[in-house]
């Protein structure tokens, strides 16, 4: 047979025997549908007979899901490869949720002492000045240009990474500082751990603030019936540094912070910079009528009223080197005109301070009623044992400053009015601001997201600090519109 027919043949062949497997396909697939309406028209006249007889045939309920639950549980304690389950498992060890912040929480905070809080902080501000005097001479004899500003910017923002680890009162706390008005953008703003005795005491090691004036002490986040912190404020208050601190509340509405740290003003010097004498810094308060809460606006709307006295005490010996100005929220210690005082010069010509203990006293007051608030806060500073690189006329100076403010919210919880007037004066000099505003709160009660618009009038600026829009010498209208998000 020729190749060509053989191929026909086989192709033939092939054909064949697929017709008739399909065939019979065919037919075993008509036989199972004959069995089961055969089976059908049987339980349906079985059913009829059921009935007939009024016999109740129960049904199997399907599984709860506490069943399927423990079903989970028996998976999870049987998987010897497993180190946690996923948030779709009940048997889970970790739930997703908010609290404060993006949270990963356990479900046994006793077996499983293990949590993450991420947290975000934003604030973006218009800053504009316009000067009255074309520039100021500080005490070093150095006449310096004041300028016209007009500029957005993001002065603070943070990301904050807190929680819970190895030990159920074990915690810490990562601060990523992040801003557009300094020449370090990013930089560490806190970090520490703490473990909690009790209610009463809680101690801590890492990086934070020295507790020296209350207005210091209150977040910058919060409403501060301001922008930013008083001129005052800014000049007196110490800036961040690495210590440790205890903080707590012996007993109901009494609490206490005290710190022991590397200086009053030395975050991001090297060890080789800094002197051999410690900071001792400690701030105490009382709420005698109940919660104060937070800031210094009546947010709240208080039904009764609400009081804090407070006093802070801040010594340091030995105080020299001071941290860069770009140092996240540095305020260098300057004399009452705005010089720094370690600026060559400064007390005495060619004379550089080398040396000197700082002491600082704060004493405050804050009420809240109805929507109505007030507050005041007074400072004493000293530099004592002042020792440089040559004679100096005087062996000690002094300051002394506040401020007072108040609010009122036309609408509860929503809009506020306030004015403020903060005051420095010394041997070298004195300045002012007087100013005022309003804050509007987006989220009625809470202060995750609110607008300030604020107005200061500054007369020989004294203070200085790239974060608050304060320039030392300035003499001029300072204008300041922000937006606070919390998150």
């Known amino acids: 047979m020729p190749p060509s027919l053989s191929v026909l043949s086989g192709r033939r062949a092939a054909s064949l025997r697929w017709l008739e497997g399909w065939c019979a ?21 079985v059913a009829d007979a059921l009935v007939a007889e009024d016999i109740v045939v129960e049904a199997i309920p399907p599984p709860v899901p506490e069943e399927w639950e423990a079903e989970f549980a028996a998976a999870d304690a049987s998987c010897t490869t497993c180190t946690g389950g996923t948030a779709r498992s009940p048997g889970s060890r970790f739930y997703a949720d908010y609290d404060q912040g993006f949270a990963i929480l356990p479900r046994d905070p006793e077996a499983t002492p293990y949590s993450l809080r991420i947290r975000n902080q934003n604030m973006f501000r218009y800053n504009g000045f316009s000067r009255a005097e074309p520039s100021w001479t500080d005490s070093a004899g150095t006449t310096i240009p004041i300028t016209n500003s007009n ?16 030990a159920p009162k074990l915690s810490y706390l990562l601060n990523i500082d992040y801003n557009s008005v300094t020449s370090q953008p990013i930089g560490f703003r806190a970090f520490w751990l703490s473990y909690r005795f009790s209610k009463a005491f809680e101690l801590y090691v890492g990086q934070s603030k020295v507790p020296g004036t209350r207005e210091w002490i209150e977040s910058a986040f919060a409403p501060l ?8 404020t800014t000049f ?22 005290a710190m022991v740290s590397n200086g009053f003003n030395t975050l991001n010097l090297q060890p080789e910079a800094l002197n051999n004498r410690f900071a001792w810094s400690g701030s105490a308060w009382w709420e005698p009528w109940g919660e104060f809460g937070r800031g210094y606006s009546d947010l709240q709307h208080h039904e009764e009223a609400a009081t804090r006295l407070g006093a802070c005490y801040t010594f340091a010996l030995g105080s020299g080197n001071q941290a860069a100005s770009d140092a996240v929220e540095n305020s260098p210690v300057r004399l009452s005109d705005g010089t720094i005082i370690t600026t060559p010069g400064a007390l005495a010509p060619d004379v550089t301070l080398l040396s000197y203990d700082i002491s600082l006293a704060a004493i405050d007051w804050a009420w809240k009623y109805r929507g109505l608030s007030l507050s005041s806060e007074l400072f004493f500073q000293d530099l004592l044992g002042l020792q440089a690189t040559g004679p100096l006329p005087i062996a000690s100076t002094s300051a002394f400053g506040g401020f007072v403010k108040g ?3 036309l609408v509860p919880r929503e809009t506020e009015v306030y004015a403020r007037s903060s005051y420095v004066t010394g041997a070298y000099g004195s300045g002012y601001e007087l100013g005022g505003g309003f804050n509007r709160f987006f989220l009625p009660g809470r202060d995750n997201l609110f607008f300030t618009c604020d107005a200061a009038w500054l007369q020989n600026s004294p203070a200085g600090q790239n974060r608050t829009g304060f320039v030392a010498g300035q003499t001029g209208l300072l204008v300041r519109a922000q937006v606070v998000a919390v998150f």
């Open 151 to 166: 500029y957005f910017g993001i002065p603070r923002g943070r990301l904050i990474f807190s929680g819970d680890a190895v």
């Open 25 to 45: 396909l065919v037919a075993l697939a008509g036989a199972g549908w004959a069995t089961a309406r055969a089976n059908e028209l049987a339980s349906t006249s």
């Open 236 to 257: 007196f208050r110490p800036s961040l540094s690495q210590g440790m601190w205890i903080m707590g509340e012996p007993i109901d509405d009494l609490y206490y912070h």
């Open 407 to 409: 609010g009122y919210f």
């Open 225 to 232: 019936q301001s922008a930013d912190r008083t001129m005052a």
